[in-house]
């Protein structure tokens, strides 16, 4: 007799990296019983838990610490408790994981700005550079999903590499911010012309994760 089986995980399908999401699988059970559990990514361990089923369907929840890695990763869950029948212990799904979202901070006090703190804090990867070091190759920027103009005056970019991230922001979708907090920013209309972006941006920078539930209404009203 068939004592317990995994019958699903839920897990999400994206998720960034090194975030830690929760993962709950559901065992169903032929009668009430102790059921041991481990979670695996791509063959190496990561959690165990134990879960007192009962006959029909239980739920064993992990929090699993996704990789830093980019890339799709296999996330199973198996029956460690001896069952007679061992084909159904087991249950496997892909979650991809998407990279850290980089942040570039153009900043022109030597101090680093609280900002940096809090974006990393957030799970962000974050670069702090004076605006000399500004790109002025629009593919210089394709990695990063925002660039924050802190404390900067506008016009100490050159003329190219304001027309670089204006071009980024208008023509590829990148992220723009500008932020003033202790230090005044003089900037003349025609400076800030120059580097804000005038038309929005095509498309969104890279695929947002998105959950999509499909309901059927089954009920007699509908046939």
Do not use: C
């Not at 799709?72 to 998407?98: G, M």
């Not at 500004?134 to 590499?161: C, H, K, M, N």
């Amino acid at each position: 007799i068939d004592r317990v089986a995994v019958s699903g995980i839920e897990a999400p399908r994206l998720v960034r990296a090194e975030e830690t999401s929760d993962v709950v699988a559901t065992v169903f059970a032929s009668t009430d019983t102790p059921v041991t559990l481990e979670a695996f990514l791509d063959g190496h361990s990561l959690a165990t838990t134990s879960i007192q089923a009962t006959r029909g369907n239980s739920t064993a929840r992990f929090s699993v610490r996704f990789p830093e890695e980019p890339g799709v990763h296999e996330l199973e869950v198996a029956i460690t408790t001896p069952d007679p029948v061992t084909q159904n212990n087991r249950w496997r799904t892909l979650v991809e994981v998407l990279p850290k979202p980089r942040v570039r901070i153009y900043h022109a006090p030597d101090s680093e700005p609280i900002l940096a703190t809090v974006l990393r804090d957030a799970g962000m990867d974050v670069e702090v550079v004076r605006p000399q070091a500004a790109f002025t190759e629009t593919r210089a920027y394709e990695p990063l999903s925002l660039v924050i103009v802190d404390e900067v005056e506008l016009g100490d970019f050159s003329d190219a590499q304001q027309q670089t991230l204006r071009s980024w922001v208008e023509e590829e979708g990148g992220g723009l911010i500008t932020t003033t907090f202790n230090h005044a920013v003089r900037s003349t209309p025609r400076i800030l012309r120059e580097i804000e972006p005038i038309r929005p941006p095509p498309a969104q920078p890279e695929p947002r994760p998105l959950e999509l539930v499909l309901v059927i209404d089954r009920s007699s009203s509908m046939s």
